[in-house]
């Protein structure tokens, strides 16, 4: 059975709303005018916004707001049973939305909700291109009932006593949704897609699996925003490449932009931080929690295929979880959410959205704090961006400046945009380790020296013990003169290394750390590659050992303060114990630090580096 799709364009509209709105402009304060005889407390209550922000007027009894459960059809089937795929949803709404009121939707799509299996990971300490074909068996998931009626409770005390309803939806394959996980396969954003539909009136939801009954979403305005963190974040961006109509705002918290820069680094198996040997298959496994255990294993079996941790290769298999390959479809307005210090789902993936949000002028700001995984921007972010983009206030916020900074001192900083507009490219090149300590240098001016400089790999040592050891055969250090004054870095470092191996296949890591005058050093960011994808992370090119060749590749994207007394180092690894594959040790990388260079995003430029280095002499 194929959806009940009304005429194009058709959305849901509410009554007219006789609400008081006052709001801040840049101009000054503007008061819309009220109806003469509307009463100072509207009974039924209705949405009320004061300085632009939506106010609790509507009943915090949860036991008084209309709750309920339905199961959307979707456009596919993607476990091959015959029939469309069936997304289960919950819906909070407050009780005059039976009586006519309208309302927007806030919208939280999981595939967590039900919990997970126990899961085990793909071992990583083998020669790279060689992965094991099996890993250690798990237990078999035994389903149980912890979504139904209710999947969530989220969100909801904040949101409907201001005038949203609240909608749960459990990703495919997930407790009582049909359909099978595919970790970031189109399949899962139209899950996302049928919700939205639904809630335009474009799509039809049961009252329960078995089809018969159907149930209308007539409450609601059609206004749709997602929100939500890591997998529950990057459903809204994956819902918004579609181009659904009725999507019109969303925050990913700590979200994937693209599956591969999630698991996978210019060619190199690279695991998100603390999940070391996970992959597409391994996740999906966890979240397949719905009560048949069976119809999606061959799902998953191709998924296990597919990902390909021989190459490290980006494929059309791939690229169908890049959400940004259809960035041009994304109308919703988009405050990203992202910890600086987020080593699982890393700043790139929030970096690379935010720019083609800007180029494309879809309406963004972005929130960074100094957190690691999570942390939503503040209630009052989040209050006028919902407020204006699915309420229509206008409350200015088009106005505000577009970044929200949360400064190492815990200072919440605003920018006009990021990264910061001030900040322009520094190129340091790297000079040769003099021979008292060992360490090179990082200057403006190249040294004539061409020694070559050594290091092997050994991937049992941590990053964090090769970036603090005075010195050591397993890493190449090069730092600048000592900070005078603070600098601040605002956007994507990259690093250009000239190298030989000794043999045809290594990864490569670099490091950026800050060394302060006193106590350990800190690793502000990192980059990795596969020496094999020197010009592509889709393209495997043999290299000859021992012929020296050049690798560019970017470290994550950071905003970070450097501070005074400190020295800005790049070290240069091959194996990193907590990200990469991890081949037995003796690899030995011959670099050239007089063709080898960092580049740094420095608010101020060279003229701030130069002063402060000026500074600290």
Request: proline residues 7%; glycine residues 8%.
């Amino acid at each position: 059975m194929t959806p009940a799709v009304p005429r194009a364009g058709d959305r849901r509209r509410g009554r007219a709303l006789a609400v008081a709105i006052t709001t801040v402009l840049a101009g000054g304060l503007v008061v819309a005018a009220t109806p003469a005889q509307a009463a100072p407390t509207p009974e039924p209550a209705e949405p009320t916004f004061v300085d632009g922000l939506s106010q609790s007027v509507f009943t915090r009894v949860s036991t008084e707001w209309i709750n309920q459960e339905a199961w959307v059809e979707s456009e596919v089937d993607s476990d091959r049973d015959g029939k469309l795929d069936l997304v289960h949803v919950d819906v909070s709404r407050v009780p005059e939305t039976a009586a006519g009121l309208k309302v927007p939707v806030l919208m939280e799509m999981s595939p967590y909700y039900a919990g997970g299996s126990q899961v085990t990971n793909w071992p990583v300490d083998h020669e790279i291109g060689a992965p094991p074909s099996e890993k250690d068996p798990w237990p078999a998931y035994n389903p149980v009932n912890r979504t139904s009626p209710t999947i969530s409770r989220s969100l909801e005390s904040t949101w409907v006593p201001r005038g949203f309803a609240v909608v749960h939806a459990e990703g495919f394959g997930s407790g009582w949704s049909e359909g099978c996980p595919t970790s970031g396969g189109l399949n899962e954003s139209l899950a996302g897609k049928a919700v939205v539909d639904w809630l335009n009136g474009r799509a039809t939801a049961y009252t329960s699996t078995d089809r018969t009954t159907e149930v209308s979403a007539d409450w609601t305005t059609g206004k749709v925003g997602m929100i939500g963190t890591s997998y529950n974040g990057t459903l809204p961006i994956g819902v918004a490449s579609t181009g659904v109509e009725g999507l019109d705002a969303i925050v990913p918290v700590s979200a994937i932009s693209d599956w591969y820069n999630y698991y996978r680094a210019n060619g190199a198996v690279r695991a998100p931080g603390g999940y070391q040997g996970e992959d597409l298959d391994v996740l999906a496994d966890y979240v397949y929690t719905r009560f048949d255990q069976q119809i999606c294993q061959p799902i998953i079996d191709e998924l296990r295929a597919n990902q390909d941790r021989a190459t490290g290769d980006r494929s059309a298999f791939w690229e169908e979880r890049d959400y940004l390959a259809n960035a041009d479809r994304i109308t919703a307005a988009t405050l990203v959410a992202h910890g600086l210090n987020d080593w699982n789902v890393m700043t790139k993936n929030a970096s690379d959205l935010y720019e083609v949000l800007k180029a494309n002028g879809v309406p963004h700001q972005i929130y960074l704090h100094q957190g690691g995984h999570g942390g939503n921007p503040n209630d009052t972010l989040l209050n006028r961006w919902f407020t204006r983009y699915l309420y229509d206030v206008q409350n200015g916020v088009e106005q505000l400046p577009k970044a929200y900074v949360v400064r190492e001192d815990r200072t919440l900083t605003e920018y006009p945009e990021w990264p910061d507009p001030a900040a322009d490219d520094v190129k340091l090149k790297f000079r040769p380790a003099a021979q008292a300590d060992g360490v090179g240098g990082l200057a403006v001016s190249r040294d004539p020296n061409k020694a070559f400089e050594d290091l092997v790999d050994d991937a049992s040592l941590r990053a964090s013990t090769l970036a603090a050891a005075e010195s050591s055969p397993n890493r190449l250090l090069y730092r600048t003169e000592t900070l005078g004054t603070p600098v601040r870095l605002s956007g994507t470092p990259s690093v250009s290394l000239k190298l030989a191996v000794d043999r045809t296949k290594a990864n490569l890591t670099a490091l950026l750390v800050e060394y302060p005058a006193t106590g350990a050093p800190k690793i502000i960011t990192r980059g990795w590659a596969d020496v094999e994808n020197r010009s592509s992370d889709a393209v495997t090119e043999a290299i000859v050992p021992g012929t020296a060749y050049t690798f560019d590749f970017d470290f994550e994207p950071k905003d970070y303060v450097f501070s005074a007394g400190s020295k800005i180092g790049v070290v240069v690894m091959s194996s990193d114990y907590e990200y990469t594959v991890r081949p037995a040790p003796g690899t030995v990388l011959k670099l050239q630090p007089f063709s080898s260079d960092v580049h740094l995003p420095l608010v101020g430029g060279m003229d701030a580096l130069q002063a402060s280095l000026r500074a600290g002499r």
